[in-house]
């Protein structure tokens, strides 16, 4: 027992020096040396649990970040290259094309996101995602008021702590009580940023769907309307910090299980409940239902995924 207990805490110690180390193309014989062990060893215990020899998970989490680079920033593709320790951009782009059958620019400049090839940061913990379906959603329009923030890049492909903002207002939703209402919806779309060419921008908009009901401190008195069409959701039960990682999940590993591409539209993400098991903020767990809008890919359904018109965001 106390072998294995071993080899997992020293798997989870490869995982966060890898993740600090992506961008420099980390060799195995530098892992070995900063954890102690043996080439081999090393190799073993990585294998063991991660399911991928190591150096197959650091060419795909460096093709990872290169490709959500390529679609939410305006990085120009010989500085993605450089920033992640290609040789040369010639390099890079045999590479990236090896893997997603496009070429960098193609990649970026595609209709729809195909997330199939992308491969998230292995998380510890081994959490399994949210049973998801499909729906069809009619055109709805929402009553609030609209917000734009940046993040970087890493709080994304790293799955970093972020929606800071996003859960400030959520909170202070639920602690005025939430008004006459009983969900907050958020819809997010993300886009390069205009002035960086590092970061992602976040162009959010938080409402519901009755004009005049939000709390005095959230209200504000514009409209956004989405797009009718298929939608993947799910729904979720769980720490903010759970959360935080949920949308990066559910990008690289839940769509692509699905057979489906992210197309134009928002997010909608609508806040049910909070309740509080503790004190402190980190003891509140959070009820939401999560729609991605998505068109079909040639990998076609999962026979296992429900779907149906379903509920209306945003309403209970």
Known sequence: MYAVLMKQMLYLKMLAWLEDNIYCNPAIDDLAQYMGYSRRFVYDVFYQYGQLPIGQYIRLRRLTIAAVSLRLTRQPIAAIAWQLSYDSPQTFSREFKKRFSLSPREYRCAAHWDTAKLLKKFHPDGESLPLARFFSLPEQVYYGYPMKYELRLSDLVLQSTAKTSIRQKVDRFFTAGGGSLSVLSVLSDYAAASKNELNVEVNAFVGCH???????????????????????????????????????????????????????????????TRHAEGEEAGDRRYRVRYFIPVTLSAAGLRSDSGSGSGPVPGRS
């Open 210 to 272: 009755e004009a005049g009901k939000l709390p005095p401190a959230l209200a504000m008195n514009s409209s956004l309307t989405t797009r009718s069409g298929l939608y993947v959701g799910v729904e979720f039960y769980g720490s903010w910090s759970r959360y935080a990682r949920l949308s990066s999940d559910l990008y690289m590993e839940l769509l692509p299980s699905l057979g489906v591409s992210r197309r134009d539209g928002y997010d909608i993400e609508c806040f049910i």
